[in-house]
């Protein structure tokens, strides 16, 4: 494969400068983490963003420049994250390559006409990965992106001058390769060419708070190495080339494959995907939070689930009767017992995937509210179906503000028995709402007949997490307050 210093094609330079650039990379590493590889050309920009809907607004104020420099695989300007925080509290995180102290993105593989140029992001520019500001002014978000193209043009195949790019190769791993044989809808289909060989990364970031010292992560050779985290933000950053190696290494769970390996990107909050390259994070206390749980034993105890199931005859879907629970969680334990594992390890390791609290989040002071503060009769109307689906106005007034991202309104609702899902729901207007508002929920709830049950609910502040990740819950069950319930049938 080629390198980008190897691409420097139709813009008038000789070979040979490609060959000496080639020659000082592969001699002198250092160089890599140098500026001036590139002249500057325009400046990147993006949409600007509402102030009062999802993240917000970037405040130019606010912007800074992380001191974090991670070098490329293939060198050129090494990467790097800018920090800002929005109209709508939140803080948030840019991902970019670092050329003479700017955060932007490169003229190369089809992006920016491949003029070779260094384009900066403005502080004014949009394009961050987003968490909720804790009371103290830091924030938590982790970012996972698989398929980052290595002009780090976050806009690349948008209308604009900036456009154009490539689109990650789809590499497919582990169960997915002959999945995708018989579902060629897999398969990812784009106008733009495919990214040079080797030429994308796959790349963990984030802020993990003040208290973070470390991060503990594998390395694409599968050693285990620690990373001093940056700043008192707690900000780490790694960059990784993208290739079936890396892919299987990263994307793929410990009984099976999570493929494909194309381009993803996975927003969290206080705590790092487990799938993934950070196994473990140290505190200024000392404390170490551990996210990789032993791939052998979790292999075993799934092969003794399996067993029961096997043995009791069970089909998967299959709701167990209460004497088939009796039954297999006597079975269960006769198996772990004779393996000398406890009940606590094997929920531990088969339960919900590990994750880390936020050490040192400082929660705001706010008013208390009980469910007698947001409560509001809910109004059903039945719209005329759109799009072979049926549609239903949700009417209600809220009675209390949404004014930030950490706080939001949202519905829940099952469905009648013989739909394909069991259930719906998601975040309410994705903005500010000022309190007294009538609010109109207009949702569209397929083709199935029958009657629906719901509620809606109101987040007051959701903690750590991530503006992205808002809504989807059950009101009442997921630290929501419940606004109230409505049934509608459609006939």
Not at 185 to 212: E, Q, W, Y
Not at 263 to 274: K, L, R
Not at 319 to 337: E, G, H, I, N, P
Not at 390 to 406: C, E, K
Request: hydrophobic share 35%.
């Amino acid at each position: 494969y080629l390198p980008w210093y190897a691409r420097l094609v139709g813009i008038g330079r000789a070979r040979p400068l490609a060959i000496i650039l080639a020659a000082l990379v592969v001699a002198t590493p250092a160089v890599a983490a140098s500026t001036n590889w590139f002249g500057i050309g325009a400046a990147d920009h993006f949409p600007r963003q509402s102030p009062t809907v999802d993240a917000g607004r970037a405040l130019p104020a606010t912007s800074r420049l992380l001191a974090i420099r991670i070098r490329d695989p293939q060198g050129g300007p090494p990467w790097g994250l800018r920090l800002v925080h929005t109209t709508r509290g939140d803080t948030c995180i840019q991902l970019g390559r670092v050329e003479d102290g700017r955060l932007g993105s490169l003229g190369i593989d089809g992006a920016w006409s491949n003029d070779h140029l260094f384009h900066p992001f403005p502080k004014t520019s949009e394009g961050y990965d987003c968490g909720t500001t804790d009371a103290a002014g830091d924030g938590f978000v982790n970012v996972a992106y698989t398929g980052m193209v290595a002009s780090a043009n976050p806009t690349a195949g948008a209308r604009g001058p900036q456009a154009g790019g490539c689109r990650p190769p789809l590499l497919l791993v582990g169960r997915m390769r002959a999945t995708s044989a018989r579902h060629p809808r897999l398969r990812l289909h784009s106008d733009l060419k495919v990214c040079p060989l080797n030429s994308t990364r796959i790349v963990f970031m984030g802020l993990l708070g003040p208290d973070a010292t470390s991060i503990t992560y594998q390395a694409p050779n599968r050693s285990v190495q620690t990373e001093t985290t940056t700043g008192a933000d707690g900000a780490y950053l790694l960059v990784f080339p993208q290739n079936r190696t890396t892919c299987l290494l990263y994307t793929q769970g410990p009984t099976g494959g999570y493929g494909p390996c194309g381009s993803t990107e996975s927003v969290g909050g206080a705590s790092p995907d487990p799938i993934g390259a950070i196994k473990a994070i140290t505190y200024r206390d000392g404390h170490v939070c551990r996210l990789q749980r032993s791939s052998s034993l979790l292999r075993v105890l799934r092969a003794m689930s399996g067993t029961v199931a096997a043995e009791l005859k069970l089909r998967r879907g299959h709701s167990l009767t209460a004497a088939q629970r009796v039954l297999a969680r006597r079975d269960l334990l006769k198996l772990l017992a004779a393996r000398h594992i406890s009940l606590a390890t094997y929920r531990d390791q088969v339960g919900p995937q590990p994750s880390c609290p936020p050490v040192g989040y400082v929660a705001g002071h706010q008013r208390h509210l009980t469910r007698a503060d947001v409560a509001s009769p809910i109004t059903v109307q039945i719209l005329s179906p759109q799009y072979h689906e049926f549609r239903v106005d949700l009417i209600f007034t809220a009675r209390q503000a949404v004014i930030g991202s950490n706080s939001w309104y949202e519905d829940y609702m099952t469905n009648p028995p013989g739909c394909p899902s069991s259930g719906q729901g998601g975040e309410i207007g994705f903005g500010n709402i000022p309190a007294g508002k009538l609010i109109h929920d207009i949702r569209l709830i397929g083709p199935c007949k029958g009657t629906y049950r719901g509620l809606i609910g109101y987040m007051q502040n959701s903690g750590p997490i991530n503006e992205n990740n808002a809504g989807g819950g059950v009101p009442g069950q997921d630290g929501s307050l419940v606004v109230g319930r409505f049934r509608f049938t459609i006939r």
